[in-house]
C-alpha cells in the first residue's frame, strides 16, 4: 500500500478507495462510525489539496484544514441527507493508520491529532451549513436538487445549467457572490503539487551556530543595533542616517563605502543596506525622528544562529535597498520585479543538489522566467539581449550578498554531466520539462503557459556549449542557507527530509519513509542513525522485520523488505536468510525474485505455493476483490481455481487474506465465470450473426 503518489497517477483513486473499505471494515471492528465517502474526501484532501501529498502524514493543521475547509467546499449533502459525520470518519482514519503502521512519524502524534478532531467538531456542523464556504460546483448541485432536477441525469443538469445561464434559475445572489469572492481571494480548493525534494544532511546546532557567529554580518548587525542603543540615535527629515553617523558606522562595521565626498548617507550603498537589513530584521526600529535597538530583541542578538535565521527571513524584503538604487525605488533590471518570486526558487533550486548549480544553468533557467513574466519574445533580440545582461548583473548582486552573508558558496570548476545531459531543450514549447532539471525550476516553470519559442533550442545548444567548453562558477548552499531554506519549505507544508529526523521512529514509520522519500544513500545513513539510537543492531533489526511483517498490505510489505535490503549493508545476506522465516518466507521470495536474485525454477514446491498464494493477494491488494477476480479468469476457470487451490494449500502467513481468497472460490469466482461465460457466448453470437449478413450482401 503505497501512501503517496503522484498528482496525475490514475492509481490514487483505486488504492483510495481500497484503503476507505479497510478503514470501514476496522472501524466495525472497533464499534466505530466511520462513512467511507469522507474517509475517501480525507485522503483525496491530503493528495490534491495539500502540497505535499503525504497521505500518512496528518498534523492539526491539516484536521482543521480538512473538516472546516475542505469538506464544507467539496462534501455535497443533498437536501433530505443526513450530514456525514466528518469529525468522527476522520478520526477513525488516523486511528486506523496508526494501527496499521502507516503513519508518517513526522506528523502529529494521536493524541494531538484526536484533540484537534475534538476542537474542530464543534465548528463543523456551522460550517457545512454555511453556504458562502460551499465550493461552486456545490453550490449549483444542490440548487439544482432544491428545485427537483435529477442531478444524476445529465441531460436534466445541462438544461438546468443552460436555464441558468440566461437567469431563468432562481438562485442566492448573495451567497454566490460570497462564493465568488472567496473563490478569488483563497483560490481553489485544490493545490499545486510541490516538487519533491531530496533528503539532506546538517551539521549539528552547536557547530551551526558557531559557524553563524563567524559570518561578519552577523556581527556588522549586532553592532549596528548596538550602536542605536536604548537612547535612539537622531535621524535626517528624509529618516535617513546622518552624514557624521552614516561616516562612523562605515568605519565601526568595516563596510569599504568610499566616505571621500559624500553629502549624503544615501552615497554610502553599504551601510544602508546594513540599516535596511536591520530594520527588516526587528532589530532597530524608527519613531518620531530617531533609530532605535529593539528591547525585544535582545535574546536574538545574543544568540548568532538565532540572529542569522532572522536575517535570513529578512533578506526577501530587501528588494528595494538592494536593487531599487538610493531611494529604493529605482528599478535597473527585470529582476526587481519577481525578486520575492524569484528569490525563493532560485534557493528551493540549490537545495539539496547532489552537485553544485552551474552559474549558466541558473542563469538561463531564470531566463526562462524573465521571458514567460515580461513577454520578451515581441522584442528585438539585441533588446531582449541587453534586459536579460541588466537582469544577470542584478541577481549576482544578490548571489555577492549571499555569499558575504555565508548562504551559498562559490567556485570555479566543471559542472556536473547531469547539466549536459539536460540542458533545457525547448523548454517553452510545450508542458513537458527536461528530466532533471532543478526540482524548483521545473516547477516553477512548468506553472507558466507554453508558448511557443523559436530561440530556445538555439540557446539550448549556446548552454551546452558553454558548460562543456571549461570551468564555470559552481554554487551551492552552505548548511546555514540549506537549514533555513529547509525551514522555509516546511512552513510552506512541503516534504524536506533530515537525516537523523526519524531517529526515534517506530520501524514501521522509519521503513515507510524510507521507502518512499529517500533515496539509497542517504536511506543508509538515516537506517544507520536510526539503529544507532537502539540497544544494539540485533535489537533495531528485530523491530524492522517485525514492523514487515505485521505490515497488513502484501505490497507494503515487499516495498519495505526491498528498502531495508538496499539500506543494509549485509541486506542481500539477510533477505536469502528469510526464505525460511514462516512469517517472512512469501515476502523476501517475491523481493528475490523481482531483483533477479532468484528464478521461478529455484523455487521449491512450497515456495512456489507461497509464490502463488503472494501474488494473488497482492493483486487483491493493488484492485480489490473485483479486479482480482477479472485477473483469473482471464486465464481461464480451470487456471484460476488451480491458482487458488495452490494459494489456499499453501502455508502463507496472511490467513485472513486467505480467508477472502477462500470466499471468493466459494461464490464469487464461479458467479464470475458464469457471467463472463454469458457475455462471451452473447458475443459470439452477435459475431455470427455479423458474419452471416455480410455473406448474404456479398
Known amino acids: 500500500m503505497r501512501m503517496l503518489f503522484e498528482p496525475d497517477d490514475e492509481d490514487f483513486e483505486a488504492a483510495a478507495e481500497m484503503l476507505a473499505s479497510r478503514v470501514e471494515e476496522w472501524a466495525r471492528e472497533h464499534d466505530e462510525v466511520a462513512d467511507g465517502f469522507v474517509v475517501q474526501a480525507a485522503l483525496d484532501y491530503r493528495h490534491n489539496g495539500t502540497a505535499d501529498g503525504r497521505l500518512g502524514l496528518w498534523r492539526a493543521a491539516h484536521v482543521e484544514e480538512f473538516l472546516l475547509d475542505w469538506l464544507p467546499q467539496t462534501l455535497t449533502v443533498l437536501p433530505g441527507q443526513p450530514v456525514p459525520d466528518g469529525p468522527g470518519s476522520l478520526l477513525a482514519l488516523l486511528r486506523y493508520l496508526d494501527a496499521a503502521g502507516l503513519v508518517d512519524p513526522r506528523g502529529d502524534g494521536l493524541t494531538a491529532l484526536k484533540r484537534a478532531v475534538s476542537c474542530a467538531a464543534g465548528e463543523f456542523g456551522a460550517r457545512m451549513a454555511d453556504r458562502t464556504r460551499w465550493g461552486l460546483a456545490k453550490f449549483w448541485t444542490v440548487t439544482a436538487a432544491e428545485q427537483g432536477v435529477d442531478i444524476m441525469d445529465e441531460a436534466a443538469m445541462a438544461r438546468f445549467a443552460e436555464r441558468a445561464r440566461i437567469g431563468e434559475v432562481p438562485y442566492d445572489r448573495d451567497v454566490l457572490d460570497a462564493i465568488m469572492t472567496r473563490r478569488v481571494t483563497a483560490g481553489s480548493a485544490q493545490v499545486e503539487r510541490a516538487e519533491p525534494q531530496l533528503p539532506v544532511t546538517l551539521a549539528q546546532e552547536d557547530v551551526l551556530r558557531e559557524r553563524a557567529a563567524a559570518v561578519p554580518l552577523i556581527g556588522q548587525l549586532a553592532q549596528l543595533a548596538g550602536w542605536a542603543g536604548s537612547e535612539g540615535r537622531e535621524l535626517t527629515k528624509a529618516g535617513r542616517l546622518r552624514v557624521a553617523d552614516g561616516r562612523d558606522l562605515v568605519r565601526a562595521l568595516d563596510t569599504g563605502d568610499p566616505v571621500e565626498q559624500v553629502r549624503t548617507s544615501a552615497e554610502l550603498p553599504r551601510v544602508n543596506l546594513l540599516f535596511a537589513w536591520a530594520k527588516q530584521a526587528r532589530l532597530i526600529r524608527v519613531a518620531k525622528g530617531r533609530v532605535y535597538a529593539v528591547a525585544k530583541a535582545r535574546p536574538v542578538l545574543a544568540d548568532p544562529l538565532a540572529l542569522w535565521e532572522r536575517a535570513f527571513e529578512a533578506f526577501f524584503e530587501l528588494r528595494g535597498p538592494l536593487l531599487g538604487g538610493p531611494n529604493g525605488y529605482d528599478a535597473t533590471s527585470m529582476l526587481f520585479d519577481v525578486y520575492q518570486d524569484v528569490l525563493p526558487d532560485v534557493l528551493n533550486a540549490l537545495y539539496s543538489l547532489p552537485y553544485p548549480m552551474p552559474w549558466p544553468r541558473l542563469r538561463d533557467s531564470v531566463h526562462l522566467a524573465y521571458r514567460m513574466s515580461f513577454a520578451l519574445g515581441g522584442a528585438p533580440e539585441r533588446e531582449q539581449r541587453a534586459w536579460l545582461l541588466d537582469a544577470d548583473h542584478d541577481l549576482r548582486r544578490v548571489l555577492d550578498v549571499l555569499e558575504y552573508f555565508g548562504a551559498i558558496t562559490r567556485e570555479r570548476g566543471m559542472a556536473d554531466p547531469v547539466f549536459l545531459d539536460t540542458a533545457l531543450d525547448e523548454p517553452l514549447t510545450g508542458p513537458q520539462l527536461p528530466a532533471g532539471m532543478p526540482a524548483e525550476l521545473a516547477q516553477l516553470l512548468g506553472s507558466l ?250
Do not use: C
Not at 544513500?521 to 540485533?538: C, G, I, N, Q, R
Not at 526464505?579 to 528464478?599: K, M
Open 449 to 698: 503557459p507554453s508558448v511557443p519559442d523559436p530561440g530556445a533550442t538555439a540557446r539550448a545548444k549556446e548552454l551546452r556549449e558553454e558548460l562543456a567548453s571549461g570551468p564555470v562558477e559552481l554554487i551551492r548552499l552552505t548548511d546555514l542557507g540549506t537549514r533555513s531554506v529547509r525551514q522555509r519549505l516546511l512552513a510552506q507544508g512541503r516534504s524536506a527530509p533530515l537525516v537523523g529526523e526519524l531517529t526515534h521512529a517506530p520501524a514501521a514509520g522509519l521503513l515507510g519513509v524510507l521507502a518512499q522519500e529517500y533515496d539509497p544513500e542517504h536511506a543508509e545513513a538515516e537506517l544507520a542513525a536510526w539503529t544507532a539510537a537502539h540497544d544494539s543492531p540485533e535489537a533495531a533489526r528485530r523491530l524492522l522485520l517485525d514492523a514487515i511483517r505485521t505490515t497488513p498490505f502484501r505490497t507494503r510489505a515487499a516495498a519495505l523488505l526491498d528498502t531495508l535490503t538496499t539500506a543494509l549493508p549485509d541486506g542481500m545476506e539477510l533477505l536469502r536468510s528469510l526464505r525460511g522465516e514462516p512469517g517472512l518466507a512469501p515476502t523476501a521470495l517475491t523481493v528475490l525474485t523481482q531483483r533477479g536474485a532468484l528464478d521461478h525454477e529455484d523455487l521449491t514446491d512450497t515456495e512456489a505455493a507461497l509464490m502463488v498464494a503472494e501474488s494473488l493477494l497482492q493483486l487483491l491488494d493493488l484492485g480489490g476483490e473485483e479486479a482480482l477476480l477479472e485477473a483469473l479468469l482471464a486465464q481461464g476457470r480451470a487456471e484460476a481455481e488451480t491458482a487458488i487451490g495452490a494459494a489456499l494449500a499453501s502455508s502463507h502467513p496472511d490467513q485472513a487474506g486467505l480467508d477472502t481468497l477462500r470466499r471468493l472460490a466459494d461464490g464469487p469466482l464461479r458467479a464470475k465465470a458464469t457471467q463472463l461465460g454469458r457475455l462471451n457466448a452473447a458475443r459470439a453470437r452477435q459475431g455470427r450473426s455479423t458474419a452471416k449478413k455480410r455473406k448474404r450482401r456479398g
